[in-house]
């Protein structure tokens, strides 16, 4: 629901700044302008594409994953999605996926948001609700008696194949 709602108000003041600057420049020069950033928006796709998917087959025939050109290749995706919608701050964010220094940057943002978002999801989960202080508890003592068992000696009846043998 938060994206959703990160959507649509992203989309709205899209318009709003696209309809803001147009009044100010002139429809002419408006359309001039996105269309321009589509067109740059492409060409930096297709060659920003074409070098990332170079680098990912280098990758793949040493053997390594090539998860960072994956990366790339996504930002490349949405960046070229970004161009194509009209609209000035969504061209500025979709240019910013497509040059590679600004697309680091976005990618170690995101990468930081990720990360204080799973430290705060790993911080309330450790204890600071009681059902979930019930289930690692639950899982402690299962895994304690599991380790017990595994220390025990076995206990039944012991027939040797030669005892076996002589009973057919």
């Not at 989309?11 to 067109?39: C, E, M, N, P, R």
């Amino acid at each position: 629901m938060p994206i959703l709602l990160f959507i649509s108000l992203f989309t709205l003041l899209d318009f709003v700044l696209l309809f803001t600057i147009g009044s100010q420049i002139g429809l002419l020069t408006t359309l001039a302008l996105v269309l321009g950033t589509g067109f740059i928006g492409l060409h930096l796709i297709r060659k920003e594409g074409v070098s990332t998917f170079a680098r990912a087959r280098q990758r793949m025939q040493v053997g390594e994953i090539p998860s960072q050109e994956l990366l790339t290749g996504a930002a490349l995706i949405f960046g070229g999605a970004l161009l194509l919608a009209p609209g000035f701050l969504s061209d500025a964010l979709g240019i910013a996926c497509l040059l590679p220094n600004a697309r680091q940057l976005l990618m170690k943002a995101l990468t930081w948001v990720g990360l204080k978002t799973a430290a705060a999801k790993q911080h309330a989960s450790n204890g600071e609700s009681h059902q979930g202080w019930r289930q690692n508890s639950w899982q402690h003592s299962t895994q304690q008696r599991h380790s017990e068992q595994q220390d025990a000696p076995l206990e039944g009846e012991f027939i040797s194949r030669e005892d076996d043998a002589r009973r057919r």
